[in-house]
């Protein structure tokens, strides 16, 4: 079967990507992964199917340090899981140390799946569709079923894997949410052709805490660069120029707003005792 999408293909291989899919596109994507259907522009070209979820990503209507109104949370907190057999023992290690982050501060807990219905598996790979993966990719939220984060194997580190899980777990970018044009610019000349997607400003956030720059969900200033990192498309405003050099790639840990915020949705996290103080 072939279908058919009046879209215009989306170069995915340049920054990393986010997905926000209802079940129906869902299992779109999964029959084009497996061959049974092909996804063709309106120019002609088969699309890989990263860049028909990045297409779908910015055409949804989103809200919420900030959430997606439409994607759903994990009830009671609790994220089941997976490994692939692409991920080793060492990489599983350094994802759920990145995951038991988060759990210091909100109300999560990542679990080994059973037979749960929803679940995300992790995945190393390379590629994705006809596309070249570079750093990570996962569905917004729970999107029922099984579903899946993607790491290259240059992306274990703690930093994306941080900025990954939060999407897992509901977050959108910072630098998308609805106030972002009043603390940056973008520069739609630097971006490359159809890279726009990741930069666009996603109306009705709910914004929990003030704007972050340093938030492990927002990117470097040079992200969709056509000459990274010499020509920026992001660039804030003079009163916050001091975050030019360091936003998107600075401390990898979570900071105080990234807590906060998914402290806001999901609750506290457990009461630290036998805290060491010298």
């Not at 969709?224 to 916050?240: D, F, K, Q, R």
């Not at 401390?251 to 707003?257: N, Q």
Request: with cysteine.
């Amino acid at each position: 079967k072939q279908c058919i999408l009046s879209i215009y293909p989306l170069r995915v291989n340049r920054f990393r990507a986010c997905i926000n899919l209802d079940n129906l596109v869902m299992k779109l994507i999964k029959l084009a992964k497996s061959g049974t259907v092909k996804i063709l522009s309106t120019t002609g070209r088969f699309l890989p199917v990263l860049a028909v979820c990045l297409f779908f990503f910015v055409n949804h209507n989103s809200r919420a340090s900030a959430f997606y109104g439409t994607a759903q949370l994990w009830s009671g907190g609790n994220v089941y899981y997976t490994f692939d057999s692409s991920v080793s023992a060492a990489e599983q290690k350094v994802f759920l140390d990145s995951a038991a982050e988060w759990a210091l501060f909100a109300n999560l807990h990542f679990i080994p799946r059973s037979t749960q219905a929803n679940y995300v598996t992790i995945v190393e790979t390379n590629y994705l569709g006809n596309g070249v993966l570079e750093g990570g990719v996962s569905a917004i939220g729970m999107v029922g079923g099984q579903q899946f984060i993607y790491f290259s194997t240059n992306a274990w580190n703690h930093g994306i894997i941080c900025h990954e899980i939060g999407h897992t777990l509901g977050l959108a970018h910072e630098h998308q949410r609805s106030d972002r044009n009043s603390y940056l610019t973008v520069i739609p000349e630097n971006v490359v052709p159809d890279g726009m997607a990741g930069l666009v400003v996603i109306s009705g956030t709910q914004n929990k805490t003030p704007y972050d720059f340093l938030s492990v969900m927002h990117y470097a200033q040079w992200a969709g660069s056509i000459n990274p990192p010499t020509l920026a498309t992001m660039v804030p405003l003079p009163p916050y120029t001091q975050f030019a050099n360091i936003m998107g790639q600075g401390d990898p840990k979570l900071t105080p707003y990234d807590r906060a915020g998914m402290a806001a949705v999901y609750g506290l996290g457990p009461t630290l005792t036998n805290v060491v103080t010298n």
